[in-house]
């Protein structure tokens, strides 16, 4: 306990974890939870160009109705010395299956020298389309897990997130601390589904029912739930602590020492984080040079989200309705 938390959005502490030191492996099986899709998937996206001007911005007013749902494409991969994708595998999430060492033990489905890329807290402005930029330029790919208010905030940046073809989970809606003893258990499930509910209606289509904690802290009651509503749960093999990282080359050096040892894991990152989008390019030539190969995780389905969120993400927002008339055709003075 005591380490701050990451993105600077939490209120609650985070737990120090062990190192791993797991994985004498057992080559176990994955119960039908991943299977195997594709291999050697390669693809580029060309990115908008970041909105800088927001870049600081806490507190952004919520964004007007985003439009249809962009179209997810991968053109073919230009850059011959790639990071690329390994292959492809796709989550049946039915049960609430746990994938990530440091918690769940049960899904060793990662063969040696394979990664998988997460990124936590956005969408952000800067970070998150820096970031998208050079998994684009590496033709790869990661899971992303937006804070519900962030998506909110910068809807069109998660949709870029979705058109360059990378998987979208959620990560709550305000981040908090769902250990912490003053919320109620439906306070915690508020959190759970109005965040999926708000990335929802940022994207204009459901997610993927993948889901992160705040700070991996896993209240027994709730990892039930989401087995409940069929939602898999991501810990992590190995915590870049990024959020903590005073410059890009700490980040690299961790991610580096930390998966040489594992020999391979999904690695938590924040897209939110400025360090983190600047030492991504070093870090993705480093994973290549190191013969490591990224897992692209896809859900079997998408989740299916609670009407009653969907309807309370709109009523917060305070979103227009359908009509476009100007006041004046719709107000008119007949007294005064
Ligand atoms: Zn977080």
Same mark, same amino acid.
């Given at each position: ?38 291999s ?6 060309a ?7 927001a870049?600081?911005a ?8 985003p ?24 989550i049946d ?31 952000w ?11 684009a ?28 073809? %990378?998987?979208?989970?959620? $990560? @709550? ?7 912490? !003893? /003053? =919320?109620?258990?439906?306070q915690? &499930? ?5 965040g ?33 509503r ?15 990282a005073?410059?890009?080359?700490t980040?690299i050096?961790?991610?580096m ?7 391979k894991?999904?690695?938590?990152? %924040?897209?939110?984080?400025? $360090? @983190? ?7 993705? !030539? /480093? =994973?290549?040079?190191?013969?490591? &190969? ?43």
């Amino acid at each position: 306990m005591g380490a701050p938390d990451d993105g600077n959005v939490a209120t609650g502490s985070r737990f120090e974890f062990k190192e791993n030191k797991m994985r004498i492996a057992t080559g176990l099986i994955l119960a039908g939870a991943v299977s195997l899709l594709a291999s050697s998937a390669a693809w580029s996206q060309a990115l908008p160009a970041p909105k800088a001007s927001a870049a600081a911005a806490p507190q952004a007013a919520p964004a007007a109705v985003p439009p249809p749902a962009p179209v997810s494409t991968r053109p073919p991969c230009n850059n011959p010395n790639a990071l690329g994708i390994g292959r492809t595998v796709e989550i049946d999430t039915t049960g609430g299956p746990g994938f990530g060492f440091e918690h769940f033990k049960e899904l060793d489905f990662l063969r040696d020298k394979e990664v998988v890329l997460t990124f936590d807290d956005g969408p952000w402005p800067v970070n998150t389309p820096s970031v998208l930029k050079t998994l684009a330029e590496e033709c790869t790919t990661g899971i992303f897990f937006p804070i519900g208010k962030h998506a909110t905030y910068y809807p069109e940046i998660l949709r870029q997130v979705m058109a360059a073809g %990378h998987s979208i989970g959620s $990560h @709550t809606w305000s981040h908090a601390a769902l250990v912490n !003893k /003053k =919320l109620t258990e439906q306070q915690r &499930k508020d959190e759970i589904e109005k965040g999926f509910s708000a990335v929802k209606w940022a994207l204009g289509k459901a997610p993927a029912p993948f889901f992160r904690f705040p700070a991996l802290q896993h209240p027994p009651e709730m990892v039930t739930y989401l087995g409940e509503r069929n939602i898999g749960i991501f810990s992590c093999d190995l915590d870049s602590f990024d959020f903590k990282a005073s410059k890009a080359q700490t980040i690299i050096d961790t991610v580096m020492r930390k998966v040489d040892k594992n020999g391979k894991g999904i690695i938590l990152m %924040h897209d939110f984080q400025k $360090h @983190t989008a600047e030492a991504l390019p070093e870090l993705l !030539k /480093k =994973l290549k040079a190191g013969g490591y &190969k990224v897992v692209a995780m896809r859900a079997k389905a998408p989740i299916q989200t609670l009407a009653q969120y969907d309807e309370e993400i709109v009523k917060d927002l305070k979103l227009p309705t359908v009509s476009s008339r100007p006041v004046s055709s719709v107000v008119q003075t007949i007294s005064e």
